[in-house]
Structures are given as structure tokens and as C-alpha cells.
């Protein structure tokens, strides 16, 4: 069993940055695949960045503004968002699975819980 808790969501404004995190109660990072997914309000859950060993994978909407990296040491997951659009305005979540296009095609084993990011203009 896994259980993973994001934080450090909240609100921004445009232009703004946020770095998320999500802790992983379990051996998580080393043997699973780990993502982030976003769901604005009304539209369906997707990926926007995942890391598998030394890879890591960006939906175009958020190549060159957010990174994803993690610690092992830490169980820890994050995604630093710079340079926030009103449009990433949405609820994020973390994501483990042992397969990377299990995770990627959105239908990981384990999701957090979500965390909120709010972005004005």
C-alpha cells in the first residue's frame, strides 16, 4: 500500500511560482514511477510531468515552466511551476505507478489526495 500527501498549493498571481510536494509513505520512489496530474474545474484529469529513474516526461503545456524532481532520501516528490497561466489553475495531484504508460495514460495504482493552485491575472 502506498499513501502519498501532497502540499504547498495556494494562490498566485500570474507570472508567479509554486513548489509542490508530495510525500510517499512507503518504498515508493525507487521502484514506481511518480507523476504529477492536474484537473481544472469542470475539464478531466491529465498528466503534466512524471519522473521514472533518470527520465522525465512534460506535457507540452508546462515544458520549459515546471520541472519535476524528487528526493529518494526524503520519499519525496516535487514540481516547481514558474512563470504560473490563469490557465494552470487547477487541482494537482501526485501519482505512483510501477509502469510509466500505466501512469502516463491515467490510470495510476496510487493518487494523492490533491492540492489546490489558484492563479490570477
Known amino acids: 500500500q502506498v499513501h502519498l500527501v501532497e502540499s504547498g498549493g495556494g494562490s498566485v498571481q500570474a507570472g508567479g511560482s509554486l513548489t509542490l510536494s508530495c510525500v510517499g509513505f512507503?518504498?515508493?520512489?525507487?521502484?514506481?514511477?511518480m507523476g504529477w496530474f492536474r484537473q481544472p474545474a469542470g475539464q478531466e484529469r491529465e498528466a503534466i510531468a512524471a519522473?521514472?529513474?533518470?527520465?522525465?516526461y512534460y506535457r507540452d503545456s508546462v515544458k520549459g515552466r515546471f520541472t519535476i524532481s524528487q528526493d529518494n532520501a526524503k520519499n519525496t516528490l516535487y514540481l516547481q511551476m514558474n512563470s504560473l497561466e490563469p490557465e494552470d489553475t487547477a487541482i494537482y495531484y501526485c501519482?505512483?505507478?510501477?509502469?510509466?504508460?500505466?501512469?502516463?495514460?491515467?490510470?495510476?495504482?496510487?493518487w494523492g489526495q490533491g492540492t489546490q493552485v489558484t492563479v490570477s491575472s
Open positions: 512507503a518504498d515508493t520512489y525507487s521502484s514506481h514511477c
Open positions: 501519482a505512483a505507478d510501477p509502469d510509466p504508460r500505466g501512469l502516463w495514460a491515467g490510470s495510476p495504482d496510487y
Open positions: 519522473i521514472f529513474g533518470a527520465r522525465t
